[in-house]
Nanobody, 126 residues
């Protein structure tokens, strides 16, 4: 069992930055691929970024590539996403997720992730 708690959300102006954190419990944290998804009002939850258990491989949605950076610290059971050059369209609830997935296609889909956090709101004003 893994429990995930996100933090770091808030209100920021367009062009600004935020860093989200996701703290995980459980001794097997470092065996999971960790991902960030987001959901805007009246929209489907969408993939943002993912990082494999060792940190060797990262994946990004095209909409955030070059602006967001995902990282993890397995010693702290924490995964991060640094979000720069934020845009109003980045406004959403951001969720972290944990799953045993390594396929480069499946990693960006919701189904392989067994554990989810409660989400943290990010609002970008124009």
């Amino acid at each position: 069992q893994v429990q995930l708690v996100e933090s770091g959300g808030g209100l920021v102006q367009a062009g600004g930055s935020l860093r989200l954190s996701c703290a995980g419990s459980g001794r097997t944290f470092n065996r999971f691929t960790m991902a960030w998804f987001r959901q805007a009002p009246e929209k489907e939850r969408e993939f943002v970024a993912a990082i494999t258990w060792s940190g060797a491989n990262t994946y990004y949605a095209s909409s955030v590539k070059g602006r967001f950076t995902v990282s993890r610290d397995n010693a702290k059971n924490t995964v991060y996403v640094q979000m720069n050059s934020l845009k109003p369209e980045d406004t959403a609830v951001y969720y972290c997720a944990a799953g045993r997935v390594w396929d480069t296609v499946l990693v960006s889909t919701r189904s392989p992730y067994d554990y989810w956090g409660q989400g943290t709101q990010v609002t970008v004003s124009s």
